[in-house]
């Protein structure tokens, strides 16, 4: 597997991380324990040496699931969590967002237990508090860190100016956002000041929820469950829609001996060095066909017809929940 350094940070993790969230929420019931923890095992086995959860997904199931997993191979992997939603202990319902400093304190004990580590890799704000101020986190962050609590600082889902404020305080290793063929929103703003400033870029959802990979029915609902089914992308109107960049990425893969999945992150691997996608999967073929990804070369020409064409479909339904905005 080819590593690569997110941004400037000194950090270097595997081309293509694996994200984990899926396994234990969001996409229906949970997948079975043991396997789970198997697929990881073999995930490290492959070279995949970066793994994202979050003490939300579940809430707090993932983390202790990837701490499970990880535990024997501790040393050899890079674990990325995430703090800033108020999530009620008991009931774990949430409460919308908060990143007091006391609060990220408390969830950085918490997640160190259910990831059975004494220091968190790289710890990202879920998404901005507005209640916060941004140099109030990073500075929290930032004292972690010198307790050696914490490696690595970053962001999600935060804005051009957020990131800049955030990073003068403590310096953003890794910024973390919606990215893919169908969600080019960081293009205009984001992804510049990551390349200014030298923050890696983690894109999460890379393959649409797994609609770019072109094994998503247009007709087909899906499971309460499954947050594809109040998503605004997976409505059956937007769906069939949005099947025309399914068929174009589908078009260029045929041509190229791969499967879409694997033209979607090639194509996303192919715009910076410091890009760093996470897939997520439950299953082993998918993360072998998308680890194969990485031996995907893209031609200039390639790479020309996919990034114009796409621009050129327009895609039906807000991005994510449909409410998703930089901070």
Not at 11 to 38: F, H, I, R, W
Not at 292 to 321: C, F, Q, Y
């Amino acid at each position: 597997m080819k590593t690569r350094e997110l941004g400037r940070s000194g950090l270097t993790v595997s081309a293509l991380g694996l994200g984990c969230m899926g396994m234990s929420t969001n996409y229906g019931a949970p997948e079975d324990k043991g396997a789970m923890v198997k697929l990881m095992r073999d995930a490290v086995d492959r070279g995949v040496t970066f793994f994202d959860t979050a003490e939300v997904y579940g809430p707090f199931a993932n983390e202790e699931l990837v701490g499970e997993g990880l535990a024997p191979v501790r040393d050899k992997v890079v674990i990325a969590t995430k703090f800033g939603f108020d999530i009620d202990p008991k009931t774990h319902a949430r409460n919308g967002f908060t990143s007091k400093p006391e609060h990220i304190r408390q969830v950085v004990e918490a997640s160190l237990k259910r990831l059975r580590t004494d220091v968190i890799d790289l710890l990202y704000q879920h998404r901005v508090d507005p209640a916060t101020p941004i140099e109030d986190v990073a500075g929290t962050v930032r004292d972690l860190i010198a307790e050696g609590k914490v490696k690595h600082f970053g962001l999600s889902e935060a804005g051009a100016d957020t990131i800049r404020r955030a990073h003068a305080v403590q310096p953003v290793g890794a910024l973390q956002s919606e990215y893919s063929l169908w969600a080019r929103d960081p293009e205009a703003r984001v992804l510049p000041v990551c390349r200014e400033l030298g923050i890696g870029f983690v894109p999460w959802s890379p393959l649409g929820q797994g609609f770019l990979t072109g094994k998503v029915d247009p007709r087909q609902t899906f499971e309460k469950s499954d947050v594809r089914s109040w998503f605004p992308r997976f409505t059956p109107e937007a769906m069939q829609a949005n099947q025309s960049l399914v068929d174009l990425i589908t078009r260029i893969a045929d041509a190229k001996g791969a499967t879409p999945a694997q033209i979607a992150l090639a194509w996303l691997l192919a715009q910076d060095p410091w890009i760093v996608p996470i897939p997520g999967t439950r299953k082993l073929h998918r993360l072998e066909e998308n680890l194969a990804s990485v031996e995907v070369t893209l031609t200039s020409a390639d790479l020309h017809e996919l990034t114009r064409s796409a621009a050129s479909i327009e895609i039906k339904g807000g991005r994510g929940t449909g409410h998703e905005q930089y901070l």
